[in-house]
């Protein structure tokens, strides 16, 4: 069965230091997507990225980098250079790509805080 | 451009009482619609799903439901309130099974 795994309840750090989101996912599929999403304390989740199986190239946008790696199905996220902004809750989520419906498997979420 | 409304943003209701959200997506055709709660300091568990008119998937058995009336609209429902129906309501479209999705602003349901 697919699931999500995101060992990190939360992490408090202080502005511009950088800091690492795990992700750790299970699936039978060859097929499947990955994908990070924000959700700052208005409660709307904003989406950062989608990753598909096949492409392991780490993704880097801005202060923002992804780290994809099959070998230990793991895909974290790195925020360099932190801000007072970035904090919220930050959601690793999966999708199967032999399903035709999408869902989303999300992982339980890591809180981050960043301190001034 | 695709947007989707959520409403109301929060609501307080009585156990034993009626509950009706309505989620609508602009902007698009066929979406895939998703009904997701948030319980307190947890994540997301995925309640209904739809990938068209009338095709509802229940994902966990409860006091909840939900139909898809129109193409773009969601609406999820309960005949009578739980405490444990508290939390947080997220509606959420996507183009095509291997898309992203696009959240709602959500719902902050409280049962009293």
Do not use: M
């Amino acid at each position: 069965a697919q699931k999500v795994t995101q060992a990190q309840t939360e992490i408090s750090v202080v502005e511009k230091e950088d800091v690492t989101l795990d992700c750790v996912y299970e699936t039978r599929d060859t097929t499947y997507y990955l994908f990070w999403y924000k959700q700052p304390p208005s409660g709307e989740l904003v989406f950062l990225i989608r990753r598909n199986s096949f492409d392991e190239q780490n993704e880097i946008s801005g202060r923002y980098s992804w780290n994809f790696q099959k070998s230990t199905s793991s895909f974290n996220f790195t925020i360099t250079a932190s801000q007072v902004v970035d904090s919220a809750v930050y959601f690793c989520a999966l999708s199967e790509g032999s399903s035709n419906t999408g869902k989303l498997i999300f992982g339980q979420g890591t809180t981050l805080q960043v301190k001034p | 451009s695709q947007t989707i409304h959520q409403w109301p943003a929060t609501l307080v209701q009585p156990v034993g009482s009626p509950l009706s959200l309505e989620c609508t997506v602009e902007g698009t055709s066929n979406p895939n619609l998703y009904w997701y709660r948030q319980a307190a300091g947890r994540g997301l568990q995925l309640l209904f799903y739809s990938v068209g008119i009338g095709q509802i998937s229940s994902e966990v058995p409860q006091n909840l439901s939900a139909s898809r009336p129109q193409d773009r609209q969601f609406i999820l429902s309960s005949k009578k309130l739980l405490l444990s129906d508290s939390g947080f309501y997220l509606c959420a479209w996507q183009r095509g099974p291997l898309d992203g999705y696009t959240f709602g602003s959500g719902t902050r349901l409280t049962v009293v």
